[in-house]
C-alpha cells in the first residue's frame, strides 16, 4: 500500500460525458502527477500540482484540467469524452515539487475509465 | 530526460537471481536512476533509485556501471510475485520530477 488513494476504482460512462477522477496524496506529500495508461500508449505524465498550483504539464489534452485543493487532493476532470479516452488513470505523490533535488513518486491503485 | 533502452522480455526461473538491464548512455552527471514494477493494471511500484553508488534495499540492488551509462537491478531470489513489467527511468532533479515511462522490461518468472 503506497498511501496514495484514488476514487473510484471503476468509472462506465457515455462519449461527450463528463467525469472528475479524485486523488488524496501520502500523508505529507505536497505533489500530486496525474498519468494516463491506455493500451497503445504505455504510461504517459498528464500534469503536476505542488502545494496547490501547477508545476509541470504533459501531454494533457484542452478537454482535460485538474486542480490541487487546500487541503492537497487532487481531481482530474475530464470533459467531451471520447472513445479513446478509456485508460487507466494513475495519481502519484511526492514530498517536493522536483526543483533542485530528486523526488520519488508514489503511487495509487488507478480508476479505470471505460468510455462507451 | 536521458533516454532509456531494455529489452522488451524476459524469463527467471523461480528461486534465482533476475538481472534486469537498462541502457541510458545519454544520461548526465545529475540524472538519478528510477526503477519501478507494474504488476497487471495495478499501480507503478518504486523499487529503488540511484545516483552513482550501488545500492540495495529490502526490494532489490541497483548496480550502475562506473562511467554511469547502465544499469542493471537485481531481484536477488525471483519468485512468481514478481512477475511484472520493469521500468527504468532517468531524470535530472531540475525538470519538474515527471517521470517518462518507456516500453520496460515484461518479466516472467518461470515455476
Known amino acids: 500500500d503506497s498511501g496514495v488513494t484514488q476514487t473510484p476504482k471503476h468509472l462506465i460512462t457515455a462519449t461527450g460525458q463528463r467525469v472528475t477522477l479524485r486523488c488524496s496524496p501520502r500523508?505529507?506529500?505536497?505533489?500530486v502527477y496525474w498519468y494516463q495508461q491506455s493500451l497503445d500508449q504505455g504510461l504517459q505524465f498528464l500534469i503536476q500540482?505542488?502545494?496547490?498550483?501547477?508545476?509541470a504539464k504533459g501531454n494533457i489534452l484542452e478537454r482535460f484540467s485538474a486542480q490541487q485543493f487546500p487541503d492537497l487532493h487532487s481531481e482530474l476532470n475530464l470533459s467531451s469524452l471520447e472513445l479513446g479516452d478509456s485508460a487507466l488513470y494513475f495519481c502519484?505523490?511526492?514530498?517536493?515539487?522536483?526543483?533542485?533535488?530528486?523526488?520519488?513518486?508514489?503511487f495509487g491503485p488507478g480508476t479505470r475509465l471505460t468510455v462507451l | 530526460d536521458a533516454k532509456t533502452t531494455q529489452p522488451p522480455s524476459m524469463d527467471c526461473a523461480e528461486g534465482r537471481a533476475a538481472n534486469l538491464p537498462c541502457n541510458h548512455s545519454?544520461?548526465?552527471?545529475?540524472?538519478?536512476v528510477y526503477w519501478y514494477r507494474q504488476i497487471h493494471s495495478q499501480g507503478p511500484q518504486y523499487i529503488i533509485h540511484?545516483?552513482?553508488n550501488n545500492e540495495t534495499n529490502e526490494m532489490a540492488s541497483l548496480i550502475i556501471t562506473e562511467d554511469r551509462k547502465s544499469s542493471t537491478l537485481i531481484l536477488p531470489h525471483a519468485t512468481l510475485r514478481d512477475t511484472a513489467v520493469y521500468y527504468c527511468?532517468?531524470?535530472?532533479?531540475?525538470?519538474?520530477?515527471?517521470?517518462?515511462f518507456g516500453t520496460g522490461t515484461s518479466l516472467t518468472v518461470i515455476p
Open positions: 545519454t544520461i548526465s552527471g545529475n540524472e538519478y
Open positions: 502519484a505523490s511526492s514530498t517536493h515539487s522536483g526543483g533542485a533535488r530528486t523526488d520519488t513518486q508514489y
Open positions: 500523508s505529507g506529500d505536497l505533489s
Open positions: 500540482y505542488y502545494n496547490g498550483e501547477e508545476r
Open positions: 527511468i532517468v531524470r535530472a532533479p531540475n525538470t519538474g520530477n515527471q517521470f517518462y
Open positions: 540511484g545516483l552513482k
